[in-house]
């Protein structure tokens, strides 16, 4: 796996339009349901992967601009080292802008929630969850977060073409891991 780094966020129970039941919250990587903490892109703070190295720097830019931390869940990502290209089935290598410096620190403290699957159409930032967004979730087995439990059943689910009609590709495997408070001496 690939360390992409923290970010915060504000994680919020199943929205009612989002029918299946076994799902309690919204841990998708994108923060078309579940927001991140702030339009941190214009800060210019983030790293190559479009999270941050530290979450003391989330809560340092928190500190800075008047953001709250009250309700907010700092989690880490990781991802599987190749992206899914959903036009041709193909998996392919990606990495951090390299324009951008990446030093992510590695959680210590962590526990895995699941795995989301993200679209980078635009090979940045991600861009949506489709498990959650586009409901995909009705189709393939997630757990209580709306994700998805082992990591060889998310490659097989893009490798069938579950996604293929969800959001423009590629697709990239996220590890979704919660921090315990206070992990890796940060928070």
């Not at 709250?68 to 190749?82: I, M, N, R």
Request: glycine fraction near 6%; charged fraction near 20%.
């Amino acid at each position: 796996m690939i360390a992409l780094g923290y970010m915060a966020k504000r994680i919020v129970e199943r929205p009612g339009w989002l029918d299946v039941p076994s799902v309690r919250d919204v841990y998708a990587v994108s923060d078309c349901i579940s927001p991140d903490f702030a339009n941190y892109i214009t800060f210019w703070t983030h790293n190559g992967f479009w999270f941050f190295d530290r979450p003391s720097y989330i809560a340092r830019l928190c500190t800075q601009h008047g953001i709250s931390l009250d309700g907010l869940t700092f989690v880490y990502y990781e991802a599987h080292p190749q992206q899914f290209d959903n036009d041709d089935h193909t998996w392919r290598d990606f990495g951090p802008d390299p324009d951008t410096k990446t030093d992510v620190f590695a959680a210590t403290a962590s526990t895995l929630l699941g795995y989301d699957i993200v679209c980078y159409s635009m090979q940045n930032s991600p861009e949506c969850s489709p498990l959650s967004c586009n409901h995909v979730a009705t189709d393939v087995q997630v757990n209580s977060h709306c994700l998805i439990d082992s990591l060889d059943y998310a490659v097989q689910c893009l490798e069938t073409g579950i996604f293929d009609n969800a959001e423009p590709g590629p697709m990239r495997i996220v590890a979704v891991h919660s921090l315990r408070t206070g992990a890796d001496g940060e928070q």
